[in-house]
DNA sequence: TCCCAGGGAGGAT
DNA sequence: ATCCTCCATGGG
């Protein structure tokens, strides 16, 4: 990490292949239509999000120089405080957020599985996101159950103009958050519904809120315990079943032994590995839990990702 | 008009 | 345990 001096509340630094635990594909990572918080701006080759780092909102912008293997991300960033710490921490978050430690080099070779090891050639560097802020992971997820990728997107971003703060930063542009738990604790699922357009998943979202607002739910707590134990307390939650529940473990707590099963990924992994048999979907993921184990996840990720860019046809056979 | 989308809940086998 | 049906909403 390359730290160049920093002025008032804008910053720049850049990231090098050598602070990266592997290859980086950026444009592939975030992309890659698996993540649980919105999707992030883009314009041509650099892409832009906002987050609260350490209470303070914070917009980022990034673009990759150089190859998979040899590069040089280059962030620029802008806040609405001038802070000392502004490098570290977004250099913190930037490896939380894009997985910049996880060990891709181990994955590719430590799964020989050759319905895998297809896709890491074209998705060499495709890295699994994670959230920064658990509730914001928790609702959107909750927000995919029997949706599109597009119109949950779509309702987040309602949900966040409408309800969350608005920061106007530095250089004159204008941003939502994402709303805090006690704002949509407070709403009746028939706003939450005409505001945003959630459909019947206004009410299991208000009362988890809820839940979480009145201490009764602990995300952060989630992070200590086992696979197991986290699954079984979020599955107790109203509109939280076995593909949100993984998906929040996954993306949220980063838990990488979570598989979501989606339809789509039921689609390929019966294919690939049940030869088009009959398998629930609960049944699906423990297959991918059993098979992958630490790097389920991430099998996961690179199956969905590869499917919908190419199809399921260069999938098949071996 | 019908079917589907990054499913879940509740009830019937 | 597994199977059915309904659930809001918008796009194709």
Request: proline residues 5%; contains cysteine; hydrophobic residues 40%.
């Amino acid at each position: 990490m390359t730290e160049i001096p920093s002025v008032d509340a804008a910053c720049e630094f850049e990231i090098q292949s050598s602070d990266v635990n592997g290859p980086l594909n950026l444009e592939e990572t975030i992309f890659s239509a698996q993540t649980s918080e919105p999707a992030w701006l883009r314009r041509n080759d650099s892409f832009t999000d906002i987050e609260e780092i350490n209470g303070i909102p914070v917009k980022y912008t990034l673009r990759q120089q150089g190859s998979v293997d040899e590069f040089l991300v280059k962030v620029s960033c802008i806040a609405t405080q001038a802070k000392e710490w502004f490098v570290p921490n977004l250099n913190a978050h930037l490896n939380l957020v894009l997985g910049l430690q996880d060990d891709l080099c181990h994955f590719y070779e430590a799964f020989a599985d050759p319905k895998l090891s297809r896709t890491f050639v074209p998705l060499r560097g495709l890295r699994l996101m994670r959230a920064a802020n658990l509730y914001e992971s928790l609702v959107l997820s909750m927000l995919s159950q029997n949706n599109s990728a597009i119109l949950m997107n779509r309702s987040a971003r309602l949900l966040m103009k409408r309800y969350g703060r608005h920061i106007r930063f530095p250089d004159g542009t204008d941003h939502y958050l994402f709303p805090s738990v006690e704002t949509v604790a407070k709403l009746k699922p028939r706003e939450l519904r005409r505001t945003t357009s959630i459909g019947y998943r206004a009410k299991p979202v208000i009362q988890v809120s809820r839940m979480i607002a009145s201490g009764d739910l602990r995300l952060e707590q989630l992070k200590e315990y086992s696979y197991d134990k986290a699954s079984e307390i979020l599955l107790e939650l109203p509109g939280v079943g076995p593909k949100v529940s993984d998906c929040f473990l996954l993306y949220g707590l980063g838990n990488l032994q979570a598989a979501p099963v989606d339809i789509w990924i039921h689609r390929i992994v019966t294919k690939l590995y049940f030869r088009g048999r009959r398998v629930s979907r609960p049944k699906t993921a423990a297959f991918l839990r059993d098979k992958f184990g630490d790097w389920a996840g991430y099998a996961q990720l690179y199956l969905f990702d590869f499917a919908r860019k190419y199809g399921t046809r260069d999938l098949k056979l071996t």
